[in-house]
């Protein structure tokens, strides 16, 4: 079984603050994603990585970076988090190519930042 | 820019009624297609998949999908639906170029008992 493991289900933070979200999973699989999930607005890529320290920017980058230094860990960091940012971040990973190319999620962080 | 239309954005339907939710996407290559669901309280997880071959795909819970590329339509079906059908759906497209998935808005069904 697929396993994505989200370091924490609910976080609260301050404005300003620089904030870590970490995600790993057990596949061996190459391709990892950040999502942000807004009511309405549907899954929003943030970044994606299809190796180790590779890195590219999804549709909304802008105030999000990411590290990947090793294939199976992820993660996401808002430098500095503004209440703008208050969302449901999703993990996922897959394999890459052509088939066998579905996503499998964690459980999600719930993050609001005050 | 590559992007995925889900028509319907909330959707309330009786237990036993018929189900179609609608998905197009933009891209012209090729994609491997997905539903997701997401339970309330759950995580997101794979409905069903498209990647090849015949373009009526079954999935779980007795969901199916058609792919029709002349129309670039992934259409989600249920013949009946139940009340633990209550969710959010969302169509997916993977783009083989770009190496990323995309997905929809999502679609809330709501089954009324």
């Known amino acids: 079984d697929v396993k994505v493991t989200q370091s924490s289900r609910y976080l609260v933070k301050r404005t300003g603050e620089k904030v870590f979200l970490e995600c790993v999973q057990d596949m061996d699989h190459e391709n990892m994603f950040w999502y942000r999930q807004d009511p309405g607005l549907g899954l929003r890529l943030i970044y994606f990585s299809y190796d180790v320290k590779m890195k590219e920017k999804g549709d909304i980058p802008e105030g999000y970076s990411v590290s990947r230094e090793k294939k199976e860990r992820f993660s996401l960091i808002l430098e500095s988090a503004s209440t703008n940012q208050t969302s449901m971040y999703l993990c996922?990973?897959?394999?890459?190519?052509?088939?066998?190319?579905?996503?499998?999620f964690g459980q999600g962080t719930r993050l609001t930042v005050v | 820019a590559q992007s995925v239309s889900q028509h319907n954005h909330h959707v309330i339907l009786s237990e036993a009624a018929s189900l179609e939710l609608g998905c197009n996407y933009s891209?012209?290559?090729?994609?491997?297609l997905f539903w997701y669901v997401q339970y309330p309280g759950q995580h997101l997880q794979l409905l069903l998949k498209y990647f090849s071959g015949d373009p009526l795909v079954k999935g779980i819970k007795g969901f199916e999908a058609e792919f029709i590329k002349s129309k670039f339509s992934f259409n989600l079906r249920k013949p009946s639906v139940q009340w633990s059908d209550t969710a959010e759906y969302f169509c997916a497209v993977y783009v083989n170029r770009d190496d990323k998935i995309i997905f929809g808005k999502g679609t809330r069904l709501h089954i009324l008992p």
């Open positions: 996922a990973s897959s394999w890459p190519g052509q088939g066998y190319t579905e996503a499998f």
């Open positions: 891209y012209g290559g090729t994609v491997n």
